[in-house]
């Protein structure tokens, strides 16, 4: 069962501009989401996060909206930059449960 | 500080085979997760250890089995391999079980079974 869903495989953007990667999810029981980052040969590096009880958090050129209602939740990236390119993870978990689930990524690629 | 690190960092083992993978995790973590990662997928939950105690189990059947030990480092045990075993291993470490906190994540270990 495929609780978290990204059904984007792919995404490329040119540099400066803005990058909305999409998530959408089916467990109402999901209150914490996470996006993490991936590049070749590394493990998943953990970018930003959103409680349930918020919409929006901001950190830098990274913002992730989240829309309970839809069940959605998006990671926007503005300027873009080269170095972005990687694969982007979308999870998340339950408060108090013990795994996070994950989407099956978007590879992001950051044209110069 | 030091971060995940898990070893090795690939394998090739037989069908039939069992494997051991090893993951120390980030100084004052005490909870380690591993995931198996398929080609074209994102992680998958396997299980959960919290101060050397089993904490949640994913869809893994039992051949998957692991252990923590008193510093906190981890080992994921695959008996009987099976050619879909083959996947990226990655462990996670994360400050305390149960909260909602990130996990930090091992380089992973890539298994290939023949």
């Known amino acids: 069962d495929q609780q978290v869903k990204q059904n984007s495989p792919s995404l490329s953007v040119q540099e400066g501009r803005i990058s909305i990667l999409n998530c959408d999810y089916t467990?109402?029981?999901?209150?914490?989401f996470l996006w993490y980052k991936k590049y070749p040969a590394e493990g998943p590096t953990f970018l930003i996060s959103i409680s349930s009880i918020k919409d929006k958090n901001e950190d830098g050129r990274f913002t992730v909206f989240l829309n309970k209602s839809a069940k959605h939740l998006s990671l926007h990236i503005v300027p873009s930059q080269p170095g972005d390119s990687a694969v982007y993870f979308c999870a998340a978990s339950a408060h108090n449960n013990n795994d996070m689930r994950f989407g099956a990524g978007t590879r992001l690629t950051v044209k110069p | 500080e030091t971060g995940v690190t898990q070893s090795p960092t690939h394998l090739i083992k037989t069908r039939g085979q069992q494997v051991t993978l090893r993951c120390s995790s980030q100084?004052?973590?005490?909870?380690v997760s591993w995931y198996q990662q398929a080609l074209g997928q994102g992680p998958q939950f396997i299980f959960q250890y919290y101060r050397e105690e089993e904490n949640g189990r994913g869809n893994f059947p039992p051949r998957f089995s692991g252990l923590q030990f008193p510093n906190y480092s981890s080992e994921l045990n695959v008996n009987a391999l099976e050619l879909d075993d083959s996947a990226l291993y990655l462990c996670a470490s994360s400050l305390a079980a149960g909260t909602n906190t990130e996990a930090f994540f091992g380089q992973g270990t890539r298994l290939t079974v023949v």
């Open positions: 467990n109402s029981m999901f209150d914490y």
């Open positions: 100084s004052g973590h005490n909870t």
